[in-house]
């Protein structure tokens, strides 16, 4: 099982940027999906961004053109750049891989933003 560690939380003010890093503790070169998750409090986790092996990305209509995601497959590690942030984007952001026989969380990092 890969180990997933996230860092880059924090607390903003609205209209600022964040930048979540999630590193592997192993070769993250063949993980076909790698998936941004948030969970604010009292909701469902949310599914944010998604980045397939090839590079395709992927996002919910709530952070289009505002985060993006990417991956450095020689850090084994995946970043989500998240500008023009908002209040409700206030959440724990988890950092997800998924495989045929693996699906890997981390402990999460929180985002504040303050209006």
């Known amino acids: 099982q890969v180990q997933l560690v996230e860092s880059g939380g924090g607390f903003v003010q609205t209209g600022g940027s964040l930048r979540l890093s999630c590193t592997a503790s192993g070769s993250i070169v063949n993980i076909p999906f790698i998936n941004w998750y948030r969970q604010a409090p009292a909701k469902q986790r949310e599914l944010v961004a998604t980045?397939?092996?090839?590079?395709?990305?992927n996002y919910a209509d709530s952070v289009k053109g505002r985060f993006t995601i990417s991956r450095d497959n020689a850090k084994n590690t995946v970043y989500l750049q998240m500008n023009s942030l908002k209040p409700e984007d206030t959440a724990v952001y988890y950092c997800?891989?998924?495989?045929?026989?693996?699906?890997?969380w981390g402990q999460g990092t929180q985002v504040t933003v303050s209006s």
């Open positions: 980045i397939t092996s090839s590079g395709t990305e």
């Open positions: 997800n891989l998924v495989t045929s026989n693996m699906n890997s």
